[in-house]
């Protein structure tokens, strides 16, 4: 072993290392570690990359199904979609990167994400996205706000993807640590899949991209803790991101392993090159031995230790077939990038690394991930928030006013200003755009479509974890069906703060049971997805966040749905059963500035039954408009379908013995408002009392105006300017 620093206490902390864990790991080898072994392990344990405190509740959730060829465990999910052809998707998080530095953790975030896809055989087709930040008073939210955007847009924009779809939310509990999640979808052909896992002795392993520098070091580490008042001295662990090389490098790695080269795969992210090599060894049941004098390098004196833990962007590792490796060498250099062969697998299952003729690592491979600590950390079930009635929510405003004020939120306004600045068109395959329910991209020619979608209400997680992870998956089940999608499957990006507060972790715990248990009934399985812990800044944790992002296919593109009202004279109806329940409601705290109160429970069986039923009147042609119900409830929901369709709406009164605030503002769940011609209304009463289903006319299309009798009205253009409006002006307020 080489001269090595003695590795203090003080040391093995700064790692992220806990004096238990580093104990384990001295057993393990029998020896002290020289410092690059500590810095492997202390990548390979931490929390970003070991989910030390989630995988035992993660082992919990439902990852298989009929149409499921690859679940978790994986660098992205696979599913089948018919004729050959699959989906591959996976979300993940870039939050501390993206607070430190924006643009470049933004946009780098996005660039890990199409790897993971890409890694996988797959052509990326659809980027989407789920963002928070902090209270739109804060001085710092525009900057971040800005900056995200700014990197998002940039990557994705110049490495040619379009972004077609997201969520962008705003509360006080994210002023010190926002939130990037960044999810990817693309399309390979089922029997040209390709996965991390080793195999064969003696094969090349291969360095390919773009060349190892000293951005990033430490990245995985600094994702997998809370931040104090040094989180801007972390900018130097945030890597940098060039969209253009990671296009050259997408196109080398699908020619690659079209020419039969590539035995396996894995991109070079968290803990870089340290993860990669060891997730594909141990992954095989093979060792490897890696010689780091062959790493291409773009700085000069790097040590054996920076060059394992860099996280520098747009690099994979592979293991090239038995005498492919000109071919392969030969692709690269047509494309302009780096080819080394810096290793080979061996029958040893050690991971060697070796650097200017000496060993500066012999650790075992399988422990490194078997042997990782893995904790039931103890937790708190959380406390039931109390019912709040209808009748106990004193309105501080009109009906209409409300409306106007709840448009012209920060959550519920406008996104039009962040979309506008990604490139949602490119590829020629986007068939909706970002503002409905749910993106819709054409597969290949047609007729065949994806819809996708990215969901979670924080307020009702914070209210009552189990029920808002329940309510997570049935909303992006709802936006799905109501562009008469089928639900395929599910990636989830599960934010929280720190599992070592039993408090946290019982949200995470309560939570994970709740996706869970709409997963199984929906039969929406996850088969892929990231969980970023420590979200918490000098102590104060955000909102419990757990992103759902959901995938479906749609047979025939034609039949697909949108939101906007279609032709003068239609009926309105609403599907689902109201109570008007307002716990933990955008009207409360938008309106009331009231937090509080438990969130809707979702009924799952009711969610499938009613879901079918809009499904199965879209592919039957019997519908023109359809729009889920979800923040804001029904009034919000009709508003955004008027302002689509630049047509207003004729709205009876409340049902006789309702409270009026709660019918138009409650968010009861799985219901949705439907458009149809006057002459099928009573096909449609039929259908839903054979389905067993809720179904009320409550209006009728036209005008220009919103009107609901006895409570007012407000024309289309006025809803449409300040829901427009709002997110311009904030952000030209800089």
């Known amino acids: 072993m080489p001269n090595t620093p003695r590795i203090t206490p003080d040391l093995v902390a700064e790692h992220g290392l806990k004096p238990e864990e580093y104990e384990h790991f001295i057993k393990l080898i029998g020896r002290e570690p020289s410092i690059t072994e500590l810095g492997i392990v202390s990548a390979m344990w931490n929390e970003h990359c070991s989910y030390k405190s989630s995988k035992f509740w993660l082992k919990t959730l439902p990852v298989t199904g009929p149409r499921v060829i690859q679940g978790p465990g994986e660098n992205a999910g696979v599913v089948d979609i018919g004729d050959g052809m699959a989906v591959v998707f996976k979300m993940e998080s870039h939050n501390h990167p993206s607070f430190i530095e924006p643009y ?9 994400i199409l790897r993971d896809v890409f890694t996988m055989g797959a052509r990326p087709v659809a980027a989407l996205n789920a963002l928070r930040f902090g209270d739109v008073s804060n001085p710092r939210t525009r900057r971040l706000l800005s900056g995200v955007v ?4 940039g990557y994705g924009n110049s490495f040619g993807v379009p972004t077609v779809g997201g969520a962008v939310g705003f509360h006080k509990r994210y002023d010190g640590n926002i939130l990037v999640n960044a999810m990817a979808v693309g399309l390979a052909k089922t029997d040209e899949i390709f996965y991390a896992a080793a195999t064969g002795v003696g094969r090349a392993i ?22 104090g008042e040094d989180a801007e001295e972390k900018r130097p662990t945030v890597q940098v991101g060039d969209p253009f090389a990671e296009k050259l490098l997408l196109e080398a790695c699908l020619e690659i392993m079209q020419a039969g080269c590539v035995v396996a795969i894995q991109d070079m992210g968290a803990a870089g090159l340290t993860c990669s090599a060891v997730e594909m060894g141990a992954k095989g049941d093979l060792g490897v031995e890696l010689n780091l004098d062959a790493v291409p390098c773009r700085e000069t004196g790097m040590s054996a230790y920076e060059m394992m ?3 520098s962007q747009e690099r994979m590792l592979m293991v090239i077939a038995d005498g492919k490796e000109a071919e392969a060498e030969a692709i690269f250099r047509k494309w302009g990038l780096d080819f080394a062969i810096v290793g080979y697998t061996t029958d040893t299952l050690r991971f060697v690394v070796k650097h200017k003729g000496m060993v500066e690592a012999d650790l075992p491979i399988k422990e490194l991930g078997d042997e990782a600590p893995e904790y039931q ?11 709040i009635v209808a009748d106990d929510v ?18 519920l306004c406008s996104k039009r200003w962040v979309w506008e600045q990604y490139d949602h068109l490119i590829l020629g395959n986007t068939v909706q755009r970002p503002g409905g329910d749910a993106a819709v991209v054409r597969v290949e020619d047609g007729p065949k479509a994806l819809a996708m979608t990215t969901d979670v209400t924080p307020r009702y997680c914070e209210a009552g974890p189990f029920e808002g992870g329940k309510q997570a998956v049935a909303e992006a089940w709802r936006n799905l069906t109501a562009v ?11 934010n929280f703060g720190n599992p070592e507060k039993p408090e946290i972790m019982g949200q995470f715990v309560a939570c994970i049971k709740g996706i869970g248990a709409a997963c199984e009934a929906l039969a929406f399985p996850i088969v892929s997805g990231n969980v970023s812990l420590y979200n918490e800044t000098n102590g104060q944790g955000i909102l419990p966040t757990p992103a759902i992002g959901g995938v479906g296919l749609i047979d025939n593109l034609h039949q697909s749905m949108t939101v906007n009202f279609k032709a ?13 329940w307002l716990g933990a409601s955008a009207f409360l705290a938008t309106v009331c500035d009231r937090e509080e109160g438990a969130p809707p429970p979702v009924d799952l069986a009711v969610e499938k039954r009613n879901g079918d039923f809009v499904r199965d009147l879209i592919r039957g042609g019997k519908v023109s408009a359809v729009h889920d119900l979800s923040d804001g409830g029904l009034l919000v929901a009709l508003a955004e379908m008027a302002m689509a369709g630049k047509m207003g709406a004729e709205l009876e009164s409340a049902p006789a013995g309702s409270n009026s605030t709660g019918f138009w503002f409650g968010e009861d769940q799985a219901r949705y408002v439907l458009t149809a011609p006057a002459a099928q209304a009573d096909e449609l009463m039929k259908s839903a009392a054979q389905a067993g289903v809720p179904l009320a006319r409550i209006g009728r299309t036209g005008g220009d105006a919103l009107l609901v009798t006895g409570e007012g009205s407000v024309s289309i253009s006025t809803l449409r300017e300040q829901s427009e409006n709002w997110l311009p002006s904030y952000m030209g307020a800089v």
């Not at 470049?104 to 890990?112: F, P, S």
């Open 104 to 112: 470049q953790g933004a946009a780098t975030g996005v660039g890990g």
């Open 150 to 153: 700014a990197g998002i847009g």
């Open 206 to 227: 291969v360095y390919l991209g773009s060349k190892t520098g000293r951005d990033g070091i430490h990245g995985a580490t600094m994702a997998s803790a809370e931040f």
């Open 309 to 311: 833990l860099s996280e």
């Open 377 to 387: 950390r103890p937790y708190i079930e959380p406390v039931a928030r109390p019912v």
């Open 394 to 411: 004193e309105s501080p405003l009109s009906l209409m006013a409300a409306l106007e004020k709840l448009i012209a939120s920060p959550d």
């Open 484 to 494: 008469g999608a089928e639900p395929l499957a599910v990636t989830d990006n599960l």
């Open 568 to 580: 003068e004279g239609e009926d309105i109806f609403l599907v689902g059963e109201t109570k008007g």
